[in-house]
Nanobody, 124 residues
Framework: QVQLVESGGGLVQAGGSLRLSCAAS????????IGWFRRAPGKERDFVAA????????SYADSVKGRFTISRDNSKNTVYLQMNSLKSEDTAVYYC?????????????????WGQGTQVTVSS
């Protein structure tokens, strides 16, 4: 089982930036994929971005392409989500999650372990 802890959320003005971190522990995550999801108030949890720990393959939701960048530091077992040009509609609780393998769609049901989430609030 992988334990995941998110950090880096906060309050930012529209147009600003934040960097979220997802620290993994508990077992080697070498063959894993780490994904970021978000749940806005009153909405379902949506996919944001994902990265494979080996190879660094990435995938993004259309709503964040060109603004968000997912990256990883394997030496620290940490995945980052750099969020630029933030909009009020990016306000949500952001979760990181892990699963084994990159193939297949990035639905939340396909991920096994989840962090507790970190709040991101973008003021307009």
């Amino acid at each position: 089982q992988v334990q995941l802890v998110e950090s880096g959320g906060g309050l930012v003005q529209a147009g600003g930036s934040l960097r979220l971190s997802c620290a993994a522990s508990g077992r080697t995550i070498g063959s894993f994929v780490i994904g970021w999801f978000r749940r806005a108030p009153g909405k379902e949890r949506d996919f944001v971005a994902a990265i494979s720990i080996i190879g660094g393959l990435t995938s993004y939701a259309d709503s964040v392409k060109g603004r968000f960048t997912i990256s990883r530091d394997n030496s620290k077992n940490t995945v980052y989500l750099q969020m630029n040009s933030l909009k009020s509609e990016d306000t949500a609780v952001y979760y990181c999650a892990s699963r084994f393998g990159y193939s297949g769609s990035f639905t939340d049901r396909s991920f096994d372990s989840w962090g507790q989430g970190t709040q991101v609030t973008v003021s307009s």
